[in-house]
């Protein structure tokens, strides 16, 4: 089921995947140029479809315009917490919000964890840095966040391996920005941590 949700940048879609009796609801943001049909990202949802959460992936607006060029990330952002405001009000209700997204998808959920009152933070393929440039640190936008975070990431991913911090853990899988080359095992890093974040009533 798709919901289109008016943003200041234009409309929002929602793909809903709801599952009975949800425990808590995991919203993901897609990359800067891909698709919520993302291998990693269709992997996360099934994991959490299995742990009891409903699944809400979320296409920016831009995307739904059908550019592929991202937006500049304060209109990234105010779309998000637009959508998560819209959602709130109707189709999640009170349920414990899991934010999270691939690549530039996590970047905003990061920036906007302490905004949407997520209990938690799924980051897929965080971009540390543009490839080549670790100078150009986005560290920053993951020491902010103050809930439990999972970073996922390539063994050789060209954007750097975030390190683990205080409530924030990273498990590496093979293969680089994609991860495409294990998505089983992203769907268990998924699985194991949610149950920490949103346990089962």
Known sequence: MALDIDTPHGPARAHLQ???????????GHGAGGSVEAPDLVAA?????SAGLSVILVEQPYRVAGRKSAAPAHHLDAAWIAVVAHLRSGELGDLPLIAGGRSAG??????????????GVLCLAFPLHPPGRPEKTRLPELDAVQVPTLIVQGT?????????????????????HGLKADLE?????????????????
């Open 45 to 49: 949802s099934e994991a959490a479809r």
């Open 18 to 28: 709801p599952v009975d009796a949800p425990v808590a609801a995991l919203l993901l």
């Open 106 to 119: 996590a970047r905003v959920a990061c920036r906007t964890a302490a905004e949407t009152a997520a209990v």
């Open 185 to 201: 095992g992203v769907r268990a890093a998924v699985r194991d941590w949610l149950p920490l974040v949103a346990p089962a009533q």
């Open 156 to 176: 050789s991913d060209p954007f750097g391996m975030p390190p683990p911090g205080p409530n924030r853990s990273v498990v590496t899988v093979p293969g680089n």
